[in-house]
């Protein structure tokens, strides 16, 4: 069980909705199924997909789709919204919040559904395909295209990637990603980290640092800087093993056609 202090922000969050409604929701008839402690706890045809905020949406179930697993906790005074709890075995978890009905006009969609902390559940599935980190946008595409144009990456002046064959990923709301060859980089520069990060719309990743050596400022290690994919989602399958560098952080540029593209900027920047 979490404690006092972290199951108030999922107590915030209904508020919060109620108060403020969603920023956007869209029914699906994707079949929708969590799994937790290897029973499927909830499965439906009836999903939401809601937005608390602008970035991407999360799923919200309908209560009758859970099993008898899922209990009630001790309420917050407000019959529109409480926090709930799933037992399976010897598991628990409390990252459950659950609205009531008679909500106005603009929480409808959220009546007598169900918010479960996607991190809680050991997986979640659209049909028969297991999703990762949160369910993906339906107004976001990604799409990788190759490119013979001539492509060059410096990190600090030094030539670390030169290729005439890479890979183009332009994903929404985002700047366009080039992917390289393992082969086109220059291998004495890059170093294995144990960093990885998830993506639900490409998967696992993992990271190199780019490591310039001594210079007149000391070492030139550059942490994280470069990612690739061992074993992408289907759609981006042609990106396994290729590499792209952070293209907004300082001392890198990517040149493409012999042209310097302009820096992006971003969180990450």
Same mark, same amino acid.
């Given at each position: ?70 209990? #009630? ?16 075995? #010897? ?73 005439? #064959? ?104």
């Amino acid at each position: 069980m979490t404690s006092p202090s972290a199951k108030s922000d999922l107590l915030k969050l209904g508020k919060s909705l109620l108060e403020n409604g969603p920023v956007k929701t869209l029914a699906t008839p994707r079949r929708v199924r969590i799994l937790f402690n290897n029973v499927y706890v909830a499965d439906t045809t009836s999903a939401v997909y809601v937005w608390e905020h602008e970035y991407y949406p999360y799923y919200y179930l309908p209560i009758e789709s859970f099993t008898s697993n899922l209990r #009630s906790l001790p309420g917050n005074g407000n019959p529109q919204y409480w926090t709930a709890a799933l037992h399976v075995g #010897s598991r628990t978890t409390d990252r459950i919040l659950v609205f009531g009905d008679a909500l106005s006009p603009s929480c409808k969609p959220l009546e007598k559904m169900v918010r479960v902390e996607f991190a809680a559940a050991d997986v979640w599935f659209e049909e028969d395909v297991p999703i990762y980190v949160h369910p993906k946008d339906p107004f976001r595409r990604v799409d990788v295209l190759h490119s013979s144009r001539p492509l060059e990456i410096r990190v600090d002046g030094h030539l670390v990637a030169q290729t005439n #064959s890479s890979y183009h990923l332009y994903e929404t709301g985002l700047p366009c990603r080039f992917y390289v060859p393992a082969t086109a980089a220059a291998r004495d520069t890059l170093r294995e980290s144990e960093t990885t990060t998830a993506c639900p719309y490409k998967g696992v990743a993992n990271y190199y640092h780019v490591d310039l050596g001594g210079g007149e400022g000391g070492e030139r290690r550059y942490d994280d800087l470069v990612w690739y994919y061992k074993t992408p989602t289907l759609e981006c399958a042609s990106i396994a093993g290729c590499l792209c560098f952070y293209h907004e952080k300082d001392g890198v540029e990517v040149k493409l056609d012999g042209e310097v593209l302009q820096r992006p900027k971003t969180h990450w920047s």
